[in-house]
Protein backbone atom coordinates (compact mmCIF):
# COMPACT_ATOMS: atom_id res chain seq x y z
CA UNK A 1 0.00 0.00 0.00
CA UNK A 2 2.76 2.40 1.23
CA UNK A 3 6.34 2.68 -0.60
CA UNK A 4 9.21 4.47 1.74
CA UNK A 5 12.05 4.76 -0.43
CA UNK A 6 15.44 6.83 0.80
CA UNK A 7 18.45 8.43 -1.39
CA UNK A 8 21.41 10.60 -0.86
CA UNK A 9 23.71 8.30 1.24
CA UNK A 10 27.05 8.04 0.63
CA UNK A 11 30.87 8.25 1.86
CA UNK A 12 32.26 11.31 3.52
CA UNK A 13 35.01 12.57 5.43
CA UNK A 14 34.82 13.60 8.92
CA UNK A 15 33.56 17.14 9.25
CA UNK A 16 31.97 17.33 5.66
CA UNK A 17 28.39 17.30 5.02
CA UNK A 18 25.47 15.23 3.55
CA UNK A 19 21.60 15.66 2.87
CA UNK A 20 19.45 12.65 3.11
CA UNK A 21 16.48 12.17 0.83
CA UNK A 22 12.80 10.30 1.81
CA UNK A 23 10.06 9.95 0.21
CA UNK A 24 6.38 8.36 0.81
CA UNK A 25 4.08 6.67 -2.02
CA UNK A 26 0.92 5.06 -2.31
CA UNK A 27 -2.27 4.79 -1.01
CA UNK A 28 -1.49 7.68 1.16
CA UNK A 29 -4.42 9.38 3.45
CA UNK A 30 -2.39 11.47 5.99
CA UNK A 31 1.12 11.67 7.03
CA UNK A 32 1.55 12.12 10.42
CA UNK A 33 5.38 12.57 11.04
CA UNK A 34 7.88 10.54 9.11
CA UNK A 35 11.10 10.53 10.99
CA UNK A 36 15.10 9.25 10.64
CA UNK A 37 16.55 6.59 12.94
CA UNK A 38 20.33 4.71 12.01
CA UNK A 39 21.94 1.60 12.89
CA UNK A 40 25.48 1.02 13.17
CA UNK A 41 27.91 -1.77 13.37
CA UNK A 42 26.88 -4.19 15.76
CA UNK A 43 24.56 -1.12 17.48
CA UNK A 44 20.57 -1.45 18.36
CA UNK A 45 18.27 1.03 15.51
CA UNK A 46 18.45 4.30 17.38
CA UNK A 47 16.22 7.69 16.61
CA UNK A 48 18.04 10.56 14.75
CA UNK A 49 15.17 12.81 14.14
CA UNK A 50 11.28 13.23 14.08
CA UNK A 51 9.01 16.01 12.50
CA UNK A 52 5.43 16.20 12.72
CA UNK A 53 2.49 17.22 10.28
CA UNK A 54 2.51 20.65 11.97
CA UNK A 55 6.42 21.56 11.17
CA UNK A 56 7.04 20.41 15.30
CA UNK A 57 10.67 18.51 15.28
CA UNK A 58 12.94 16.78 17.66
CA UNK A 59 16.08 15.39 17.75
CA UNK A 60 18.51 13.18 19.53
CA UNK A 61 21.17 14.97 21.89
CA UNK A 62 23.99 12.72 19.32
CA UNK A 63 23.02 14.96 16.86
CA UNK A 64 20.96 17.84 17.97
CA UNK A 65 22.64 21.16 16.26
CA UNK A 66 24.66 19.52 13.75
CA UNK A 67 21.61 17.61 11.89
CA UNK A 68 18.46 19.51 10.53
CA UNK A 69 15.05 17.52 10.00
CA UNK A 70 13.00 19.25 6.70
CA UNK A 71 9.94 18.30 4.59
CA UNK A 72 8.67 19.46 1.22
CA UNK A 73 5.38 21.71 0.33
CA UNK A 74 3.32 18.34 -0.06
CA UNK A 75 4.58 17.07 3.02
CA UNK A 76 5.44 13.46 1.63
CA UNK A 77 9.55 13.97 1.39
CA UNK A 78 11.18 14.42 4.27
CA UNK A 79 15.05 15.65 4.10
CA UNK A 80 17.85 14.72 6.86
CA UNK A 81 20.43 17.98 6.12
CA UNK A 82 23.87 16.01 8.39
CA UNK A 83 26.91 18.77 8.92
CA UNK A 84 29.88 17.94 11.04
CA UNK A 85 29.77 14.67 10.53
CA UNK A 86 31.79 12.07 12.61
CA UNK A 87 33.08 8.65 12.32
CA UNK A 88 30.44 7.75 15.21
CA UNK A 89 27.50 8.85 12.72
CA UNK A 90 28.06 5.59 10.79
CA UNK A 91 25.26 3.72 10.14
CA UNK A 92 22.54 2.45 7.84
CA UNK A 93 19.99 5.16 8.16
CA UNK A 94 16.23 4.19 7.42
CA UNK A 95 13.19 6.51 7.06
CA UNK A 96 10.04 6.29 9.09
CA UNK A 97 6.93 7.51 7.91
CA UNK A 98 3.40 7.25 10.62
CA UNK A 99 0.83 7.07 7.68
CA UNK A 100 -2.46 6.64 7.34
CA UNK A 101 -3.90 5.01 4.07
CA UNK A 102 -7.18 4.54 2.12
CA UNK A 103 -9.79 2.08 3.72
CA UNK A 104 -8.21 1.96 7.42
CA UNK A 105 -9.02 3.33 10.63
CA UNK A 106 -5.48 4.06 12.30
CA UNK A 107 -2.55 5.10 11.53
CA UNK A 108 0.57 3.03 10.81
CA UNK A 109 4.40 2.53 10.40
CA UNK A 110 6.43 2.36 7.77
CA UNK A 111 9.72 1.17 7.05
CA UNK A 112 11.98 2.47 4.16
CA UNK A 113 15.34 -0.01 3.10
CA UNK A 114 17.55 2.29 4.48
CA UNK A 115 20.64 4.33 3.27
CA UNK A 116 24.45 3.26 4.41
CA UNK A 117 26.57 6.71 5.60
CA UNK A 118 30.03 6.13 6.19
CA UNK A 119 32.09 9.02 7.62
CA UNK A 120 35.86 8.14 7.05
CA UNK A 121 38.51 9.73 10.09
Known amino acids: QVQVVESGGGLVQAGGSLRLSCTAS????????MSWYRQGPGKQREFVARITSGGSSNYADSVKGRFTISRDNAENTVYLQMSSLKPDDTAVYYC???????????????WGQGTQVTVSS
Open 96 to 110: NAFILTTGRLTYNDY
Open 26 to 33: GRIVNINS
